[in-house]
């Protein structure tokens, strides 16, 4: 697949929560978990948010098409990874990959010290392969004021704490 990965502009954001939506289908096949292929996904307004602030890529085929996205959001020495989502004609061939590699020479170029996310634990396209990608587990005890908050936040929001972890990449 001839992918490119570019910063996304405004008139991306209405086409994301439909790529959110597909790359959630992907959670019908995983038991106990079938519920996330239709739950909420970020609204076009949080999406431009993020467009505003240069912390979201897409992925655009040669058609045009976009296959996929990655919105994130910079703080003190990390940049956050709110959201990667793959549609899901295109998974399983490397564009997730190319999205997170975009982020990661961002947030170098950017002088941050890491790129962190929170994701399901025994999802095996969750922890388990950004685990391949470099990213390591962050216990309880390490997890920074930030991150306790975020999955403090996903636990309000219905989210089970026990099937949840923070995972950071140092840069």
Same mark, same amino acid.
């Given at each position: 697949?001839?992918?490119?990965i ?15 939506r597909?790359a959630g289908?992907s ?6 978990y079938?519920?996330?292929?239709s ?10 948010k993020l ?7 897409v992925?655009?085929?040669a058609d045009?098409h ?10 003190e020495?990390a ?19 190319k ?9 170098a ?12 634990? @025994? #999802?095996?396209?969750? *922890?388990?392969y950004? !685990? $391949? +990608?470099?990213? @390591? #587990?962050?216990e309880? *005890?390490?997890?920074? !004021? $930030? +991150? ?6 996903? *636990? ?16």
């Amino acid at each position: 697949m001839d992918i490119r990965i570019i910063r996304a502009e405004e008139q991306h954001a209405r086409l994301l929560p439909g790529i959110e939506r597909s790359a959630g289908e992907s959670f019908l096949h995983v038991p106990g978990y079938e519920w996330i292929a239709s739950d909420d996904v970020m609204t076009v307004g949080a999406h431009l948010k993020l467009i505003h602030k240069g912390t979201v890529w897409v992925a655009r085929g040669a058609d045009d098409h976009l296959w996929g996205f990655l919105s994130a959001e910079a703080f003190e020495d990390a940049l956050h990874i709110w959201e990667i989502s793959v549609h899901r004609d295109a998974q399983r061939q490397g564009v997730g990959r190319k999205l997170m590699s975009a982020a990661e020479g961002f947030a170098a170029q950017q002088g941050l010290k890491a790129l962190s996310l929170t994701t399901f634990r @025994e #999802v095996s396209f969750n *922890a388990p392969y950004y !685990a $391949r +990608l470099g990213y @390591e #587990v962050l216990e309880s *005890a390490a997890l920074d !004021a $930030r +991150l306790r908050a975020v999955l403090a936040d996903e *636990a309000a929001a219905g989210l089970s704490a026990d099937s949840r972890c923070a995972m950071i990449k140092h840069l």
